[in-house]
């Protein structure tokens, strides 16, 4: 398969999880005149599939950098 | 070309004749398997931590086939098997690639990841070794390493043992002494 073309690097460079937005802590209301959790921009978006992509991959890299912290 | 003149003409697939099939007949023709992504990455996650699959999968990269053009390939298949769809399989794809590199990085080898520019990459490292290489030259090193002057006491083991063996006329007209 052609570089140019290869999806496999497309994929994998386009996954940019060193900026991907943080997960925020929502504090829940107790009251019943609290106000509803907006979905506040640059939060995740779970119903996005590539954002749970992105957490595995996430996940997965934090233990291979471990390992190779580990070796060298 | 003399293999093609020597078939006969009316043997050879017709043009068109791969979409002949039926409809539904082939895997990737049905509903998948793993409908959603973590469906996905939860039977590659499983299937990769397999003891069976990693020696496979050092094996290869050991070889020198790129991590991007495994993780593909393992991709399609399953896409052929009806699996997945293209769509998630390639979603799949960068974690497919980072649990190799993982597995790679863990059995401590040597792989080529392929994302490198193979311009950069072969200004760095002209020519990969091919395993036959790598192993004669580990041979070789082994060999420099290895120390085979003999040992007098070695040398007095085998004294003895050459004179225990004398060897007895077995014949049953032989003369004995």
């Known amino acids: 398969m052609p570089r140019r073309t290869d999806p ?24 019943l005149l609290g ?4 979905s506040s921009e640059g939060s995740m978006d779970f119903n996005n599939p590539t954002i749970r992509a992105a957490k595995q991959l996430e ?8 390992i190779n912290d580990t070796t060298s | 070309m003399t293999r093609l003149a020597e078939e006969s003409s009316f043997d050879r697939p017709v043009p068109g004749m791969a979409l002949t099939a039926e409809l539904g ?19 590659y996650v499983d299937r990769m931590s397999s003891e069976e699959f990693i020696d ?37 794809l960068p974690v ?6 993982m597995l790679g990085d863990s059995a401590n080898i040597e792989y080529t990841s392929g994302l490198d520019n193979p311009s950069t990459l072969s200004s760095k490292n002209p020519t990969r070794k091919s395993l036959v290489a790598k192993a004669a030259s580990r041979y070789k090193d082994v060999l420099d390493e290895a120390d085979f002057e003999p040992s007098e006491d070695a040398d007095e083991e085998e004294l003895d043992e050459e004179e225990e063996e004398v060897i007895e006329p077995s014949g049953l007209m032989a003369r004995r002494g």
């Open chain 1, 59 to 66: 996940a997965i890299r934090k233990y291979r950098n471990e």
């Open chain 1, 8 to 31: 496999a690097i497309s994929a994998y460079n386009n996954m940019d999880i060193e900026n991907m937005p943080k997960e925020k802590q929502t504090v829940k209301s107790t009251g």
């Open chain 2, 56 to 92: 496979q999968a050092v094996d290869i990269l050991e070889m020198g086939v790129p991590v991007t053009m495994l993780a593909n390939t393992m991709q399609l298949a399953n896409v052929m098997e009806g699996l997945h769809t293209v769509d998630t399989g390639t979603l799949a």
């Open chain 2, 96 to 101: 497919i690639m980072e649990m190799l590199m």
């Open chain 1, 35 to 38: 106000r509803p959790s907006k």
């Open chain 2, 25 to 43: 007949g082939r895997p990737w023709q049905n509903p998948p398997q793993y409908t959603n992504i973590d469906e996905v990455l939860d039977f």
